[in-house]
C-alpha cells in the first residue's frame, strides 16, 4: 500500500470578486494538481495515489484587493496501491526517423506490406483538404511522401480522419473522412505512383472515424480478397461496409464501391463511441470492432465465411468492467487478435487514467480478468494501441506523464507555454508475455528518450479550439509489427519551438520479439551510409518515379568537432556538386538544397515575464544552389509564431498552428566543396542564431536530407533523400 490514498485540497474566500489559484507540488516538486476556475468562491484540487510524503499547497492570489482565504487538506486512505515498477526486459528503441522534415501531421497511421514496405497516413486539417500519405521502400530509413506534386495522393476534397492498407495483391487502399460529410475513397495498383478515387462512399453523411480491415481470403488469388470499412455516424451509430477487393486498374469496383456487410442492413452494428479501428482475424474468420460504452469496451463481433462480403450476423460482446470505474476513453479503445485467435481489448481508463487490456480464448463470449499495463512512472495515460504476435505476445503503447493529473486539466501550450512545460510527455511501450493466461509478465520501456509533448493533451475533439485545448496530435498514435516481429511506432513530437505535430517513427531494437525469440539489433551510429539509387524526383507519380538525382543522392553522413565550440557536419554524395551541371535543381524547383537537421534542448520564443520555454528546437546546417549556380552555405533554426504575428520557421494556417516547416538561411555558415563531400561549420554558442543555445550534449534525430525548393516563403519542397537518423553526443556544451 505505501500508504496510498487521495488527497483532497480546498481553499474558501468570501467574495467571488477575488480570485485565488491553487497548485500542489510532490517532494520532487512536481505538479500534481491545481485548480484555476476563477469566478467562484473556492477552489478544490485532487489526485489519487497519494503516499506516504511531503506535498506543498501553493495560494497565488491571482486577483485580489483585499481578502484573506482559508484552507483544508483531507487524506483518505485507498484501497488502490501505488502504480507498480515493470522491469525493461531489454526492451530498446532506436533514435527517431523523421518521416516528414516539412509537413506536420495529428493522429499517425502506420501499415506494413507482405513486401515489407512501410505506409504511412494521416490528416492536415478539414481547412486545407489535404491528407497525406507517406511510403519507404528501405525499412523506415528513408519515407517520402506519395504524391508527384507533394500533396495528398489523390483528389481532394478530405483532409480529415485517414487510414491506408494493402492486401496480398499489393493493392492499397486509401480513406478520408471529407469534413464530417462523406469518405472517399481511392485504390493503386501500382505502388502508390497513381489512385482512382470514389468521393462518396457511403448512404450517409455526418460521417465520423472510419478504419479499414482487410480479408486476403484462404487463397493467393484476387477474387475472395475484401475490404471492410467501419466508420460512425453520427447520431445514428457505427456501420460496416465491405468492397471486393481490387483485380487491378480496369476494376471500376474492387476498393471503391461499398454494400452494407451487415445481414441487417441500414441498422447500427454499434451506438457506442468512440470506436476503435477495425481488426479481421484469418483464424477463426471474425471481424472485430472496438466502442466505448461507459465502464468498459463493448466489441462487435461477425463471423465472416470465405467470400462472404454481406449478410453478415454482427453480435456484441463486453469486456470487463474497467478497475478504475471507468469511464473508457482518452481516446480509443483497441482490439487485437494474436497468431492462435486469441482476441485482446484494450483501454484507458478516464478515471485513474491506467492502461488495461483484457484477453478472450473464445472470441469474446468471455473474457479473463482486466490486467493493468502501465507502472510507474507512467502514472497518467493517453491514446493506447496495441498489435499482437504469436500466441500470448502483446505490445501496447500509449503517451504517459508522470504525474496523477488528467491531461484535460493540464496547462495548454497554447495559452501558456512556459507552464506546459511542467508536464513531460513520453512515449511507452509494454510486451505483455503470455498475455493470454492468468499470469502474463510485463515488460515496459519509452520509446522516446526525450519528452515528445508538452503540457494538455485536450481530448475533447473539435470542441479543444473553443478554450484554446491543446489538440495538436489529435486523437491517437498508432503501431504495427515489422517482418522480424519488431514494434514500428509511428507517432508525433511537438517539442519543437513551432509546437508541431512532427511525424516521428522509431523501431523496437532489442527485447522480447513479438513473433518469437529476441530481437537484437543496433542503433544507426555517427557517421551513417546512405544508398545510392534512392534519390528520384518525384519518387511517385502516374508516369513512375522520375530520373535519380546524383548530385542530390546522400551516400553518408558525418558529425564532429573540429573544437568544443564548432559542430562540422560532412555530406558526402554520389556526385559532386562542384560541377555546375551537376547544381540543377528538381523539375519545378528554383534552388538545390542539402540539409542537416536535428534537435536539441534549447529554449523557445516565447517571452513570458519569468523567462522563455523548454523546447527541443530544430537546428539546422545547409547548402544551396540557386538556378545551377555555386553554392551557399547556411545555418538557422527559424522563429516560431506568436499569436497572430507568424515567424519565419513554420508555415501557420491559423495562428500557431504549425503546417510545414521551413529552413530559411537565417545566418552564413562556413562551407566548402571537396570532391563528393559538402564540408559545414558551425559556432555552436551563436552560430544559429542570438537567445538560440543548445543546452544538453544529445543533438536527436541526426538526419541529411536533399530537396529542391522555391524562395517563397511558405513553400513545400521536392523531397529527394534522406539518411537513416542518428543521436550524437558532444564534446561539451556551452
Known sequence: ME????????????????????SVFDDTGALVASSAQGGTTSERATFQNATTSTYEVRVNPFLVTDSAYGGTATFTESEVPVNPRHPTGGLRFGPATVIDAQRTEGEPLNWIDQEGNYWESGPWGFSTAQSFVHRSVDGGDQFNIVSPIGLRPDPPPGGGDTDVVTDDQQNAYFVDLEGLVNLGVAVSNDDGNSWRKNAIATQDTIDDRQWYAIDNGTTAAAGDNTVFLAYRQVPLGSFILSSPGSTGPADPVGGLVYTDSSATPRTPVSTGAPCGRLAFDPVRRNLYYPCSAGDHVEVTVGHVDPGQRTGIEYRNVQAPASPGGGPVGDIFPGVTVDDA???????VDESDHNVYYAASGDAGETFGPAVQVNGRPANTNVFPWAVAGAEGRLAIAWYGNDTFLDSDQMPSWYNDRRAATAFEWFGYAAVVRDADSADPRIAQQRFTDKPMHYGQICNGGLGCTLTGGDRTMADFFAIALDRDGAIRVV?????????GA???????????GLLGGRLRGEAPTNPVSDPTGDAQSP?????????????????????????????????????????????TPPLGKDAAVWLTRFQALSIGDGLPLEGPEEAFRIFYVGAESVGGGPLTFFAGSGESAQEEVPGNGCTTTTPENCKVVQYPSEFQAEGSVEGKTITID???????GPDRPVKDATLYSVTGLTAGRNADAADVYADVDA????????????
Open 723 to 734: 539518411t537513416a537518423a542518428f543521436d550524437f553526443d558532444l564534446a561539451a556544451v556551452r
Open 682 to 688: 558551425v559556432r555552436l554558442p551563436f552560430g544559429f
Open 491 to 499: 507517432y508525433n513530437d511537438t517539442t519543437s519551438q513551432h509546437h
Open 539 to 583: 519518387h511517385y507519380s502516374p508516369a513512375g518515379p522520375g530520373p535519380n538525382l546524383s548530385h542530390l543522392d546522400l551516400t553518408g553522413l558525418r558529425l564532429s568537432q573540429p573544437d568544443e565550440e564548432t559542430l562540422r557536419v560532412e555530406m558526402t554524395l554520389a556526385s559532386s556538386p562542384e560541377n555546375a551541371l551537376n547544381r
Open 3 to 22: 500508504g496510498a490514498g487521495e488527497v483532497v485540497v480546498e481553499i474558501s474566500w468570501p467574495s467571488a470578486d477575488n480570485d485565488f489559484d491553487l
Open 502 to 512: 512532427h511525424l516521428a517513427e522509431t523501431r523496437q531494437l532489442q527485447g522480447l
Open 341 to 347: 485467435g486469441n482476441l485482446y481489448v484494450i483501454w
